[in-house]
């Protein structure tokens, strides 16, 4: 039985891709789950797994969310590819916002309850871009660079309450998102659409296949297994960060 049975967990951009794959994972090893997500689709999603849909915009206020959570998921994301002089200013801010600046809002709304209870975990859904830079992106390097650094500071602070905080660092996965990339992908390298996957996405991998959202919810599963593993990250990339 895993040390998710039982407990309640939330998980942000839930619909589809990760988010989706984790509250599955979450579901299926006996936790309560609670599915949050922009796009209407995730209270069919949530009806499905046995679960409770939120539909919100968590660039917005976050507190028709439960407060009575265990295990948080910050997964909710989105990526914009230009270089940075046509980067729009209001983009960049949105996406720190929702990456960076909801994931301390969520936390902020669940600790009083993980710490009542002396137990929590949160998970962040970070990516190799948080310890690594790629050109084109710097909303989404900036904010999960700010993710990695404010999921250390909850995991010191949380210690002692029995609240554990780690990051996930994906490389590229099989998920909307990263297909959605591919047209601006193939713009700003002046390359074939067909092309972007082994020569962008899979450049830096050792292992040339996209990640599927399966294996970063086993991740997940790992990390809230786990009561001594804190203020780390683990990379879920095929070998990238090792060169």
Same mark, same amino acid.
């Given at each position: !039985?895993?040390?998710?049975? /039982?407990?309640?967990?939330?998980?942000? /951009?839930?619909?589809?891709?990760?988010?989706?794959?984790?509250? #599955? @994972?979450?579901? @299926?090893?006996? $936790?309560?789950?609670?599915?949050?997500?922009?796009?209407?689709?995730?209270?069919?999603?949530?009806?499905?797994?046995?679960?409770?849909?939120?539909?919100?915009?968590?660039?917005?206020?976050?507190?028709?969310?439960?407060?009575?959570?265990?295990?948080?998921?910050?997964?909710?994301?989105?990526?914009?590819?230009?270089?940075?002089?046509? +980067?729009? $200013?209001? #983009?960049?801010?949105? !996406?720190?916002?929702? !990456?960076?600046?909801?994931?301390?809002?969520?936390?902020?709304?669940?600790?009083?309850? !993980?710490?009542?209870?002396?137990? *929590?975990?949160?998970?962040?859904?970070?990516?190799?871009? *948080?310890?690594?830079?790629?050109? +084109?992106?710097? $909303?989404?390097?900036?904010?999960?660079?700010?993710?990695? *650094?404010?999921?250390?500071?909850?995991? &010191?602070?949380? @210690? =002692?309450?029995?609240?554990?905080?780690?990051?996930?660092? =994906? *490389?590229?996965? #099989?998920?909307? &998102?990263?297909?959605?990339?591919?047209?601006?992908? $193939?713009?700003?390298?002046?390359?074939?659409?067909?092309?972007?996957?082994?020569?962008? +996405?899979?450049?830096?991998? @050792?292992?040339? #296949?996209?990640?599927? =959202?399966?294996?970063?919810?086993?991740?997940?599963?790992?990390?809230?297994?786990?009561?001594?593993?804190?203020?780390?990250?683990?990379?879920?990339?095929?070998?990238?960060?090792?060169?």
């Amino acid at each position: !039985m895993s040390s998710v049975t /039982g407990h309640s967990a939330l998980v942000t /951009g839930a619909a589809s891709g990760i988010g989706l794959a984790c509250a #599955r @994972a979450l579901a @299926a090893e006996g $936790a309560e789950v609670h599915l949050a997500d922009r796009d209407p689709g995730v209270l069919a999603v949530a009806e499905e797994l046995g679960g409770v849909g939120h539909v919100l915009d968590l660039t917005g206020p976050v507190d028709a969310l439960p407060r009575e959570v265990d295990i948080l998921v910050n997964n909710a994301g989105v990526q914009h590819v230009a270089p940075i002089q046509e +980067f729009p $200013a209001e #983009r960049f801010s949105a !996406m720190v916002e929702l !990456m960076l600046g909801a994931a301390f809002r969520l936390t902020r709304h669940v600790l009083p309850h !993980m710490y009542d209870r002396g137990w *929590g975990r949160l998970v962040h859904i970070s990516s190799v871009h *948080g310890m690594r830079a790629s050109a +084109f992106k710097s $909303a989404y390097v900036a904010a999960k660079h700010g993710l990695e *650094g404010f999921s250390k500071v909850a995991a &010191l602070e949380g @210690a =002692p309450h029995g609240v554990t905080s780690n990051c996930v660092q =994906p *490389g590229y996965v #099989r998920t909307p &998102l990263v297909e959605k990339q591919i047209a601006d992908q $193939a713009k700003v390298h002046d390359i074939a659409a067909e092309d972007v996957t082994s020569r962008i +996405f899979l450049q830096r991998s @050792a292992v040339k #296949r996209l990640i599927e =959202p399966s294996e970063v919810a086993s991740a997940v599963l790992w990390l809230c297994d786990n009561s001594f593993v804190t203020g780390t990250s683990l990379a879920v990339d095929g070998g990238w960060s090792a060169q």
